[in-house]
């Protein structure tokens, strides 16, 4: 699918259809990702929980799949993608992983100068763990926009396998 130059919500709905593929768990949250190079508006990568092998959430699936594709480790990123990304996640990206994998807000932070805004869906529940993903987002320069308007769609589909109460 390719959505119109600033149609941010298209892409956050691409993503929804990319966290319908994430096996449902009663540990986890249901995420889809798009990495855009917003100055082409073309996607350069797209993941979602648990797409690849481990305990991987979707903007850590983008970028394993894009350090591939590059011939790179994930921690150069930087070296070999444009200076114009935006993010577009269901969620907010997580600040503590209980897994011990690198939080994805870490992550996104390797690529500050490069992802420019991040734009979500819904910010992360405190179910797990208590996020300050938005904070240390903005305060290393990168802005976050929360595209409203799904939340509910998207919050069925994340807690999808989990115990309802």
Same mark, same amino acid.
């Not at 503590?96 to 690198?102: A, H, I, P, Q």
């Given at each position: *699918?390719?959505?119109?130059? @600033? !149609?941010?919500?298209? =892409?956050?709905l691409e993503a929804l259809e990319l966290a319908r593929k994430s096996p449902p768990k009663p540990t986890n949250f249901?995420?889809?990702?798009? +990495?855009? !190079?917003?100055?082409?508006?073309?996607? +350069?990568?797209? @993941?979602?929980? +648990?797409e690849l092998p481990g305990n991987t959430h979707a903007e850590q699936c983008c970028f *394993?799949?894009?350090a591939e594709k590059h011939g790179v480790a994930e921690e150069r =990123?930087?070296?070999?993608?444009?200076?114009? =990304?935006a993010l577009y996640t269901t969620m907010e990206p997580c600040s503590?992983?209980?897994? @011990?994998?690198?939080p994805c807000v870490e992550r996104v932070l390797r690529l500050a100068g490069?992802?420019?805004?991040?734009y979500v869906g819904v910010t992360e529940p405190e179910k797990f763990v208590s996020n300050t993903g938005?904070?240390? +987002?903005? !305060?290393?320069?990168? !802005?976050?926009?929360?595209?409203?308007g799904l939340e509910k769609e998207i919050m069925e589909v994340a807690t999808a396998g989990h115990a309802k109460g």
């Open positions: *699918m390719k959505s119109e130059p @600033g !149609d941010h919500k298209a =892409l956050i249901r995420v889809g990702a798009i +990495l855009l !190079d917003s100055s082409s508006n073309e996607i +350069l990568a797209t @993941g979602y929980t +648990l *394993m799949k894009l =990123l930087s070296e070999v993608l444009p200076s114009s =990304l503590e992983r209980l897994s @011990g994998n690198l490069r992802i420019r805004t991040v938005r904070k240390t +987002l903005q !305060d290393a320069g990168i !802005d976050v926009v929360h595209i409203h």
